[in-house]
T-cell receptor, first 113, second 114 residues
Framework: AQSVTQPDIHITVSEGASLELRCNYSYGATPYLFWYVQSPGQGLQLLLKYFSGDTLVQGIKGFEAEFKRSQSSFNLRKPSVHWSDAAEYFCAVGAGTASKLTFGTGTRLQVTL | NAGVMQNPRHLVRRRGQEARLRCSPMKGHSHVYWYRQLPEEGLKFMVYLQKENIIDESGMPKERFSAEFPKEGPSILRIQQVVRGDSAAYFC????????????FGNGTRLTVT
């Protein structure tokens, strides 16, 4: 069965600083990989997805992620964080599907002004 | 806004009562998924339904939980005889059904069992 690890429970960055959120997955074949963002009291919004092809994917709100098969990683990055990016970020993997997903436990991002 | 609609947003039930959570998928979507988020945890898959059919219920607890998606009306997640451990956020998501179509999530129903 597939699994996802997000090693950082909580990260604090200053506004304007760069951001990298880590995600490692376990799955035998090429996975479907996702990053979702959840603001307090809200549902999940899709930031970006990887199915195949170019390993660097661009998403909404200036986010990008890079799929590294050799490291089983799919880290999320943003060059300059805005205060409105404060939220919880979830990495997820799908085993040949984009719908039945296994989620990580999330990374809570705090942005200081 | 034709997003995924869930109601109620908040639901309080006493132990032993029944909880009914409703979900209307996005317009044009015929596939519905229920996920549960326990405090300080990620989302866990519960069940996948199409109209009048349960496709995959491998994540549903064996007792007290049931789900349906009738021909007409919203999908319903039903929890009978709730216990404190059922307190969680329950999220519904929908998709048009293609294997590579990402999920669209609703804002969730937060169930509190007292």
């Amino acid at each position: 069965a597939q699994s996802v690890t997000q090693p950082d429970i909580h990260i604090t960055v200053s506004e304007g600083a760069s951001l990298e959120l880590r995600c490692n997955y376990s799955y035998g074949a090429t996975p479907y990989l996702f990053w979702y963002v959840q603001s307090p009291g809200q549902g999940l919004q899709l930031l970006l997805k990887y199915f195949s092809g170019d390993t660097l994917v661009q998403g909404i709100k200036g986010f990008e992620a890079e799929f590294k098969r050799s490291q089983s990683s799919f880290n999320l990055r943003k060059p300059s964080v805005h205060w409105s990016d404060a939220a919880e970020y979830f990495c997820a993997v799908g085993a040949g599907t984009a719908s039945k997903l296994t989620f990580g436990t999330g990374t809570r991002l705090q942005v200081t002004l | 806004n034709a997003g995924v609609m869930q109601n109620p947003r908040h639901l309080v039930r006493r132990r032993g009562q029944e909880a009914r959570l409703r979900c209307s998928p996005m317009k044009g979507h015929s596939h519905v998924y229920w996920y549960r988020q326990l405090p300080e945890e990620g989302l866990k898959f519960m069940v996948y339904l199409q109209k009048e059919n349960i496709i995959d219920e491998s994540g549903m607890p064996k007792e007290r939980f049931s789900a349906e998606f009738p021909k007409e009306g919203p999908s319903i997640l039903r929890i009978q005889q709730v216990v404190r451990g059922d307190s969680a956020a329950y999220f519904c998501a929908s998709s048009p059904g293609q294997f590579n179509s990402p999920l669209h999530f609703g804002n969730g129903t937060r169930l509190t069992v007292t």
